[in-house]
């Protein structure tokens, strides 16, 4: 095996251990309303203080790292930001550590086809009714 190979299998035990490691379930659903049912790695972080003023210089940042694997395995092709605001964006949901569902739409989907990773970058969204 060589060592791409290793860190490939590497991330996917990462991303995918939620006995003792950071992974939760994620819930990614495409344009087209196919969901995908997924294990791995969410972040959520709060305003970031200027630590010389103590001002809020940045809001909420949200992101997902996935395995492409899973993505190729379903048939589905990677997430990717959707600039047209008539049409439905790629949508995360993802519980955090108090068991909120929190649902957020794809503003960037950064690909690492060397370890097999997508890093999604998140927004805040709100499906219309």
Same mark, same amino acid.
């Given at each position: 095996m060589s060592?791409?190979?290793?860190?490939?299998?590497?991330?996917?035990?990462?991303?995918?251990?939620?006995?003792?490691?950071? %992974?939760?379930? $994620?819930?990614?659903? /495409?344009?087209? =309303? #196919? +969901? *995908?049912?997924?294990?791995?790695?969410?972040?959520?972080?709060?305003?970031?203080?200027?630590?010389?003023?103590?001002?809020?210089?940045?809001?909420?940042?949200?992101?997902? %790292?996935?395995? $492409?694997?899973r993505f /190729?395995a379903a =048939? #589905? +092709? *990677?997430?990717?930001?959707?600039?047209?605001?008539?049409?439905?964006?790629?949508?995360?949901?993802?519980?955090?550590?108090?068991?909120?569902?929190?649902?957020?739409?794809? %503003?960037?989907?950064?690909?690492?086809?060397?370890?097999?990773? #997508?890093?999604?970058?998140?927004?805040?969204?709100?499906?219309?009714?």
């Amino acid at each position: 095996m060589s060592l791409r190979d290793q860190a490939a299998a590497d991330a996917l035990s990462f991303l995918e251990d939620d006995v003792g490691g950071f %992974a939760c379930d $994620i819930t990614v659903t /495409t344009p087209l =309303g #196919v +969901e *995908l049912e997924l294990k791995g790695y969410a972040s959520d972080i709060g305003q970031t203080l200027d630590p010389e003023t103590g001002q809020a210089v940045t809001g909420r940042r949200a992101s997902v %790292a996935l395995p $492409i694997a899973r993505f /190729t395995a379903a =048939g #589905v +092709e *990677l997430p990717r930001h959707i600039a047209d605001r008539a049409s439905r964006p790629w949508v995360v949901q993802v519980a955090d550590i108090e068991g909120v569902l929190h649902t957020y739409a794809v %503003a960037e989907a950064m690909p690492d086809r060397a370890i097999g990773v #997508v890093t999604c970058l998140l927004q805040a969204y709100r499906p219309s009714p």
